[in-house]
Antibody, heavy 122, light 106 residues
Framework: QLQLQESGPGLVKPSETLSLTCTVS??????????WGWIRQPPGKGLEWIGSISYSGHTYYISSLKSRVTVSGDTPKNQFSLQLSSVSAADTAVYYCARHGYSDNWYFLDYWGQGTLVTVSS | DIQMTQSPSSLSASVGDRVTITCRASQSINKYLNWYQHKPGKAPKLLIY???SLQSGVPSRFSGSGSGTDFTLTISSLQPEDFATYYC?????????FGQGTKVEI
């Protein structure tokens, strides 16, 4: 059974870098054709895809955050990570990691972590 | 990035009602459209992928349709456990944007 678990600080100071890790069990992040992504939900708002990394290490980011976001993978540890720099209160959100599963040519987010709340505050 | 617009933003319904939610893409996305259900404090759940394919284990009262820019999620007979927020998401390009969500409440 595939499981994903987010970990990292729950409180980050403004202007600092938010760092989260997603530990994957039950599948390898280097398995062919899968992507692994980060999604967030600010309080009272909707879901926002942030960025993803492919099985081969290619990365993809939402345009609005591209200058501040890095998604990276650690194959030996079977983890992938999110770094978001120069954070502000607007980055306060529940952060989810998820797998982009696929069927034929169709991609979708089929497995999710439980989410972790990150608050940006001094 | 492709913009996704859902309507309505919220709706009130009763158990047994037929509910329809629409999603419009800012450009044609073929059938690269997924639907998710999200309840407070839980991870989102995939309902429909490729616009109309039901994810394994999802009740058949959920159905999806559409292609190009206009899509629909239908719940044929609303059940108590279906009160939640629903999101569409495009997977046409490697920039997987969501709609703003539709909250289904009593």
């Amino acid at each position: 059974q595939l499981q994903l678990q987010e970990s990292g600080p729950g409180l980050v100071k403004p202007s600092e870098t938010l760092s989260l890790t997603c530990t994957v069990s039950g599948a390898s992040i280097s398995s062919s054709s899968y992507y692994w992504g980060w999604i967030r939900q600010p309080p009272g708002k909707g879901l926002e895809w942030i960025g993803s990394i492919s099985y081969s290490g290619h990365t993809y980011y939402i345009s609005s955050l591209k200058s501040r976001v890095t998604v990276s993978g650690d194959t030996p540890k079977n983890q992938f990570s999110l770094q978001l720099s120069s954070v502000s209160a607007a980055d306060t959100a529940v952060y989810y990691c998820a797998r982009h599963g696929y069927s034929d040519n169709w991609y979708f987010l089929d497995y999710w972590g439980q989410g972790t709340l990150v608050t940006v505050s001094s | 990035d492709i913009q996704m617009t859902q309507s309505p933003s919220s709706l009130s319904a009763s158990v047994g009602d037929r509910v329809t939610i629409t999603c419009r893409a800012s450009q044609s996305i073929n059938k690269y459209l997924n639907w998710y259900q999200h309840k407070p404090g839980k991870a989102p759940k995939l309902l429909i992928y490729a616009a109309s394919s039901l994810q394994s284990g999802v009740p058949s009262r959920f159905s999806g349709s559409g292609s190009g820019t206009d899509f629909t999620l239908t719940i044929s007979s609303l059940q108590p456990e279906d009160f939640a927020t629903y999101y569409c998401q495009q997977s046409y390009r490697t920039s997987w944007t969501f709609g703003q969500g539709t909250k289904v409440e009593i």
